[in-house]
């Protein structure tokens, strides 16, 4: 491999590129994965795991402006596969939920992730597995450190809730 390294990394980008192109194919995920953006697939996940969200929620863990988080939630609920409800405590409050379509879209890709990453997982031994997660956790640290970007491990944000009677 270091020999391999040494050679054409761009060579060696595209041999594994090619390699696992089937596991990015629709015969594999369905169709859920590729009618969804990849910020729409964030957003199902951030719904899956806390149930309903604000649009600032969504725009903060996106990482991307307000109108433009409202654009891909619209897109979205066209689908049905996001329900906006106005909060019935204050009205200016309009939370994003998942629909059951959503729910099911989701839940079919976590299915299928889940059965690809117990294959692999089987495959390895105890040590191969502490080994794998280490190196992926030392690609990120990598990534990170010469992007400065920041990896953000919790999920929740401030959220400041102001009582109007």
Known sequence: MENRLNGNLEALIFEYLDKIKYLLSPEIWGNEIFNCSKNEVFVLMLLYRRSDVNMTQIA?????????????????????????????????????????????SIQNILTEMIRF??????????????LVFKLVDKVIDTINQDTGAIVETQTSSKIRKIIIE
């Open 117 to 130: 990453g117990q294959l692999i997982m089987d495959s390895f031994t105890t040590e191969e597995v502490n």
């Open 60 to 104: 903060d863990y996106l990482s991307v402006p307000l109108n433009t988080a409202t654009g891909i939630v619209a897109r979205m609920e066209k689908r049905e596969v996001v329900l906006r409800e106005r909060s019935s405590e204050d009205k200016r409050v309009v939370t994003i939920k998942l629909t059951e379509v959503g729910r099911a």
